[in-house]
């Protein structure tokens, strides 16, 4: 049931552009997709004693759109017409450069595969993103933020959840992922 839940989340998904893609921290890549938001945050971060980094107010004000995918904890390639472009160990420059291909592709398919859970995400203009497992223990691969408040996540041991993104992520909420 669970392919059949990710393909219902995705048939919304597909035809959209991407936009806003790019590197985060580590060799985390984020894209989004539908009509931008803002989200301000209503805490304020403020400075302690001594701090190095963080010496005035700061409140944190993002645009995301309506969906937000987050390529997280795994490997992952990026290639443009079976050219990779780059992978999660590239340098920045190669990340931030295979990121602006993907930029403004509409995304078409999105395909798991079984026992591996490598996931295939395509999309029009020849752009393709296949993330895979690193095989350390069981750990978030990607997640795709809803419009509605819930996330799809897929993790390398072949388990998924799908819950409201405001509540803590427990073991109960991870279900096998089925085809």
């Not at 035809?15 to 803002?38: A, I, N, R």
């Not at 937000?68 to 992978?87: S, T």
């Not at 999309?123 to 933020?145: A, C, K």
């Amino acid at each position: 049931m669970s392919n059949k839940t990710l393909q219902r989340i995705l048939k919304k998904v597909y035809g959209k552009p991407s936009w806003d893609v790019h590197k985060g921290h580590g060799s985390f890549v984020t894209f989004e997709f539908g009509k931008p938001k803002l989200e301000v945050s209503k805490k304020v971060l403020r400075p302690k004693a001594g701090a190095k980094f963080l010496k005035y107010p700061k409140r944190m004000a993002k645009v995301h759109g309506d969906w937000h995918l987050w390529i997280y904890c795994c490997h992952w390639e990026i290639r443009q017409h079976g050219r990779r472009i780059a992978h999660s160990e590239s340098e920045d420059q190669k990340i931030d450069k295979a990121c602006n291909f993907l930029n403004g592709q509409l995304l078409t398919k999105v395909v798991v595969t079984p026992r591996t859970w490598k996931t295939d995400f395509y999309f029009d203009l020849g752009g393709h993103l296949q993330t895979s497992s690193y095989r350390s223990e069981p750990i978030e691969m990607w997640m795709m933020y809803c419009p509605d408040g819930r996330v799809f996540t897929l993790r390398d041991d072949g388990k998924y959840a799908y819950r409201p993104g405001n509540r803590p992520l427990e073991e109960k909420h991870w279900l096998p992922f089925t085809f």
